[in-house]
C-alpha cells in the first residue's frame, strides 16, 4: 500500500512541474494573443495558456487619450511573468515592439544594412533615437557631414541610420546619420561628377553662406555660388539674397575635372540687364538712381536692377573740393545724375551729380558783370590776399595789389581781418578754371591815372627822393607815381653815382627811361638826361670845326641858362 499511495503523489508532482515549466518556459518570450475584454486599467489577453494574462492600458495611448485597443484585437506581447496569487500573467506590449525591434536590427547590423528611425531627444554628447520600438544613441558627431547648429528640423523626421555598435546585454546602440549621407552622398557625387558639363542649369539647396558667396548642395556634390554670381545687382552679402536651406536654381559655369571644383551662377538664368545701356541711357541724359556703396573715389548709383554707374568724387559737387563722398550723399539715398559716358564692353557708366545743378560760376558770371560791384564777408587771408564770400558755396579772391593804390600789399593787407565784411569790384570770371578776381582798390579812381596819362617815354620829369638805399634811389613823381634809379644811372660821371649824395626830399630831375602802367611804376635815369644835355649843348652852342673846347661850349650853356632862369 505504501508504494501505491507514494506513486501518485510523484505523479502529481511532475504533473505540475511539467505544467509550470511549460507555461514557465515562456517567460522572456513573445507570444501572439486576443484582447479578451478591458477594465479601467487592463486589456485582458488571452495567449493560450492557462491563464490570461494583462496589460496595462498606458500602453495603447497617454494619459488622457482612449487606449487604442478594443476586444478582438490580436496583438503581439511580452511575457514578463506570473503573479504568484492568482496566477495572471503580466505582459507587455512596449517590450514585445522592443524584443521585435532588436532582433530586426541585429539582422539589420550583421548584414550592415540601414535602419530607419526618429530623432526625439537630446542627451549628453548626442541625441536619442527611435528606431521602432529600440532606443540608440546618436552622437553628436555623427549628425551630418558638416557641424550643424541647429538640429530642431531634422527632430521628429523619419530617416536611415547606420548601426555602429550593438550591446544587447547592456541594451546599447550606437548609430550614425552621417554615414548614410557620406554613402549616399559618393554615389550621387559619382553619378553627377560624370555627366556634369559647363552650361548644365541644376537645382539645388544653399548649405552654407560665407563673405565671399554660398555653398550650394547639389545632391552629393557642392558647388561654390560667388556672391558676383549671386544676381547682376550689387550684393554686400550673400545673406542679403539668400539663406541656408534655401532651394536655388543654378548653371555650371566653370567645372574643373581634376579638382572637382565647381562654380556656379544664379544670374546667368536672368537676362543681362546691359544689353542695351548704350542705347537706355545715352550721355547727356538725366535719371534717379539709388546709392548702394561709398567709396573713397567716388559713389556707385544704381540706375536699374543691376545695372549701376559711378559718381567720381570730381564730378560730385561744383563747390565741395577734397571733400569724402560719403560727406555728400548717404548710401541708399536718391539721387538725380547726368550721364557723362558709357563703356558697355567694360561695363561702365560714368555719372555727374554736379551736372544736374547750376554752374555758380556760370550764374555769378550771367549776375554779375565785369565792374559791378559785390559785398562779402572775409572768410580767409592768405600771404597773397583775401578770399570774400559770394555765396554759400564760392569765394571771390582780392589779391593783395588790389588792395590799395597807393600802400604796399603787406600793409594794405594788415588793415583787415577775418569776419569783416568788405566790397569790391568784379574784376574778371574765369568759369572754366572757376575762379573770380577782385579788387577793393578799383572802388576808387587811381590818383595816378592822369599822371600816367601824361608820362611818355624820353620825357623829362622832376622827382621827390623818398628813399636812399645800396643800389639806387626810390622817387615820387607828382606825389602819386613810384620811379626808381639805379646806382649807374645817377650819374655821368662814375664818381658821382654815389645813392648818399641824395638826400629824402630832394628834388632832382630824371628822364624816363620805361613806364609800367600797370604797376604804376616809373624806370628813370639822370646820367640819361645830362647825357642828352651835353648833346643838345653841343648842337646848339658848338660845331667840329669851331675850334671851341667842351668846357668852353657848356659854360656857354651853363651861362645861357642861368641868364633864362
Not at 524584443?99 to 541585429?106: D, V
Not at 632832382?508 to 651835353?534: N, P, Q
Request: charged residues 30%; glycine residues 10%; hydrophobic residues 40%.
Amino acid at each position: 500500500m505504501a508504494s501505491a499511495t507514494t506513486q501518485p503523489v510523484e505523479n502529481f508532482a511532475d504533473l505540475l512541474e511539467e505544467t509550470l515549466g511549460r507555461d514557465s518556459a515562456f517567460d522572456g518570450s513573445v507570444v501572439t494573443g486576443r484582447v479578451v475584454r478591458l477594465t479601467d486599467e487592463y486589456a485582458i489577453v488571452d495567449v493560450g495558456l492557462k491563464s490570461e494574462g494583462r496589460v496595462s492600458l498606458k500602453e495603447f495611448g497617454p494619459p488622457g487619450v482612449t487606449p487604442d485597443v478594443k476586444p478582438g484585437d490580436v496583438i503581439e506581447l511580452f511575457v514578463e511573468r506570473y503573479e504568484d496569487r492568482d496566477g495572471s500573467i503580466v505582459l507587455s506590449r512596449e517590450k514585445a515592439r522592443r524584443e521585435e525591434a532588436w532582433s530586426n536590427l541585429e539582422k539589420a547590423f550583421e548584414g550592415n544594412q540601414r535602419v530607419n528611425g526618429t530623432i526625439y531627444g537630446r542627451v549628453k554628447g548626442g541625441f536619442t533615437v527611435d528606431l521602432g520600438g529600440a532606443m540608440a544613441f546618436l552622437p553628436g558627431s555623427q549628425v551630418d557631414i558638416r557641424p550643424v547648429r541647429d538640429v530642431t528640423p531634422l527632430m521628429g523626421v523619419p530617416q536611415p541610420f547606420q548601426i555602429l555598435k550593438m550591446d544587447r546585454a547592456r541594451g546599447n546602440i550606437v548609430v550614425s546619420r552621417r554615414a548614410v549621407l557620406e554613402e549616399t552622398r559618393a554615389e550621387q557625387r559619382s553619378e553627377l561628377i560624370q555627366g556634369l558639363k559647363e552650361g548644365m542649369i541644376l537645382d539645388g539647396v544653399v548649405k552654407n553662406i560665407t563673405d565671399y558667396g554660398a555653398f550650394v548642395d547639389l545632391g552629393g556634390v557642392d558647388g561654390l555660388l560667388h556672391v558676383t554670381d549671386i544676381a547682376w545687382k550689387r550684393i554686400n552679402h550673400p545673406s542679403e539674397a539668400l539663406q541656408i536651406g534655401q532651394p536655388v536654381r543654378v548653371q555650371v559655369i566653370r567645372f574643373n575635372p581634376d579638382t572637382q571644383r565647381i562654380s556656379l551662377g544664379m544670374k546667368q538664368l536672368e537676362a543681362d540687364p546691359w544689353e542695351n545701356v548704350a542705347i537706355k541711357y545715352p550721355p547727356g541724359a538725366r535719371y534717379t538712381g539709388r546709392v548702394t556703396n561709398i567709396t573713397d573715389y567716388g559713389a556707385f548709383v544704381e540706375l536699374e536692377p543691376g545695372v549701376e554707374g559711378l559718381v567720381h568724387v570730381s564730378e560730385m559737387s561744383w563747390t565741395k573740393k577734397n571733400v569724402h563722398p560719403g560727406k555728400i550723399v548717404a548710401t541708399s539715398q536718391e539721387v538725380d545724375v547726368m550721364v557723362l559716358d558709357v563703356d558697355s564692353a567694360k561695363r561702365r557708366i560714368s555719372l555727374g551729380l554736379k551736372q544736374v545743378q547750376r554752374n555758380p560760376w556760370e550764374q555769378f558770371a550771367e549776375e554779375h558783370k565785369v565792374g559791378s560791384v559785390v559785398e562779402g564777408e572775409i572768410r580767409n587771408i592768405t600771404e597773397f590776399g583775401l578770399f570774400i564770400g559770394l555765396s554759400a558755396d564760392i569765394d571771390g579772391m582780392v589779391h593783395m595789389s588790389d588792395l590799395s593804390w597807393d600802400e604796399a600789399g603787406e600793409v594794405a593787407m594788415s588793415h583787415y581781418e577775418k569776419g569783416q565784411v568788405v566790397k569790391a569790384k568784379v574784376l574778371d570770371v574765369d568759369v572754366e578754371k572757376e575762379r573770380i578776381s577782385l579788387g577793393i582798390k578799383q572802388l576808387h579812381e587811381d590818383p595816378a591815372a592822369d599822371t600816367l596819362s601824361k608820362v611818355q617815354k624820353g620825357a623829362v620829369v622832376t622827382c621827390i627822393v623818398t628813399a636812399v638805399q645800396a643800389n639806387g634811389i626810390e622817387v615820387k613823381v607828382d606825389d602819386v607815381l613810384t620811379g626808381f634809379i639805379r646806382r649807374a644811372e645817377l650819374a655821368r660821371d662814375k664818381a658821382d653815382q654815389r645813392p648818399e649824395r641824395f638826400a629824402v626830399g630832394e628834388r632832382v630831375d630824371a628822364k624816363v627811361v620805361s613806364v609800367d602802367r600797370a604797376a604804376r611804376k616809373l624806370a628813370l635815369t639822370i646820367r640819361g638826361r645830362e647825357v642828352e644835355e651835353d648833346k643838345q649843348a653841343i648842337t646848339d652852342y658848338g660845331s667840329s670845326d669851331s675850334g671851341a673846347s667842351l668846357g668852353d661850349i657848356l659854360g656857354a650853356a651853363i651861362r645861357r641858362r642861368n641868364a633864362e632862369s
